[in-house]
């Protein structure tokens, strides 16, 4: 699968969006429908699969971006690193991965 992929400041950054009116917004106005791109809803999973594969050289991951964003710093108000971001999805993951249950281990002891 090939990711539309942005640079910004210097750093290549995957967008990505949490419905598809935001998806829809920005690719429109990049004008990446022409290019060719569409839209496509991913798991989790495949996102990780995405991000340590074709896309393992995304130095940031920006969450619901808009496209005047990505020409100033101002990106890096919605933008994680990658290994942060897989972080973030695997840790997210875990209690369903346990049947719902999440552990915790205390400190004091």
């Avoid at 967008?15 to 791109?37: D, H, K, R």
């Avoid at 798991?43 to 005047?68: H, K, M, N």
């Avoid at 290994?83 to 695997?90: H, Y």
Wanted: hydrophobic share 40%; aromatic share 8%; glycine share 6%.
């Amino acid at each position: 699968m090939e990711a539309l992929l942005v640079e910004s400041c210097g750093r290549t950054v995957l967008p990505i969006f949490s419905s598809e009116s935001e998806t829809e917004m920005f690719v429109w106005l990049e004008s990446a429908f022409e290019s060719g791109w569409r839209i496509r809803e991913i798991s989790g999973e495949e996102l990780i699969s995405l991000l340590r594969g074709s896309c393992a050289d995304v130095e940031s991951v920006a969450l619901d971006p808009c496209p005047e964003m990505m020409a100033t710093e101002s990106i890096g108000l919605v933008s994680l690193s990658r290994e942060r971001f897989i972080s973030w999805i695997v840790e997210r993951s875990m209690p369903l991965l346990s049947g719902g249950r999440t552990h915790y281990r205390d400190r004091a002891r």
